[in-house]
């Protein structure tokens, strides 16, 4: 039973580009939740999806973040025209239930912004 | 206002002495959860342990243990028997929300710890 998976795990990007954060959760999970971890800091809420909907986006910046978790597909996490400051770790966990008791983390995506 | 603190930047502790984590927290709701994952250095979030906000015995898993004083608000987290493979960081979480509003975990600012041989 594959865990969570997220691609690419390490993603450079010069400023002004796109960033596409891909997660596949685990099989039969339907809540996906994305977090964002800078240097030397714990994880931030950025946004908690479930199949077709944005349930909570409360922690996404209001510009150049979006987030989508389709009915077929991984969800993804997009980043417009990063900037350095979206330098970072970012984490993708699932979880079957919306009140779960343990979220299953992904192993990251490291993106460099040059 | 710091939902989650951690207070220790970093830890020591000798090999197969015990080292307790401290972690408290900040919330108004009846029902919450808390957490404790381990990041080593490759990265990955390891979930450890969790402890839910009515269970009345302190979590324990393997050589974890959830120290839960509901009353003062703390959740520490105890390694026994120290391993080198335990220096990592340590970050402490809660669970808060609603069925109808949805839940989000928040995170503490991590305790690094190093276990020396």
């Known amino acids: 039973n594959a865990g969570v998976m997220q691609n690419p795990r390490h993603l450079v990007r010069r400023r002004g580009q796109e960033a596409r954060l891909r997660c596949s959760p685990m099989?039969?999970?339907?809540?996906v939740y994305w977090y964002r971890q800078l240097p030397e800091e714990g994880l931030k809420f950025m946004v908690y999806l479930q199949k077709e909907n944005i349930i909570d986006e409360s922690g996404m910046p209001k510009e150049r973040f979006s987030a989508e978790f389709p009915k077929e597909g991984p969800s993804i996490l997009r980043i417009q025209q990063v900037v350095r400051g979206d330098s970072a770790a970012y984490f993708c966990?699932?979880?079957?239930?919306?009140?779960?008791?343990?979220?299953?983390f992904g192993p990251g995506t490291r993106l460099t912004v040059t | 206002a710091q939902k989650i603190t951690q207070t220790q930047p970093g830890m020591f502790v000798q090999e197969k002495e015990a080292v307790t984590l401290d972690c408290t927290y900040d919330?108004?709701?009846?029902?919450?959860?808390l957490f404790w994952y381990k990041q080593p250095s490759s990265g990955e979030m390891i979930f450890l342990i969790y402890q839910g906000s009515y269970d009345e015995q302190n979590a324990t898993e393997g050589r974890y243990s959830l120290n839960f004083q509901k009353a003062r608000k703390s959740a520490n987290l105890v390694i026994s028997a120290s391993q080198l493979g335990d220096s990592a960081m340590y970050f402490c979480a809660m669970r808060e929300g609603s069925w109808t509003g949805g839940f989000k975990t928040i995170f503490g600012a991590g305790t690094r710890l190093f276990v020396k041989a």
């Open positions: 919330t108004s709701d009846q029902s919450y959860g």
């Open positions: 099989k039969g999970h339907s809540h």
């Open positions: 966990a699932s979880s079957p239930l919306q009140g779960a008791n343990e979220q299953y």
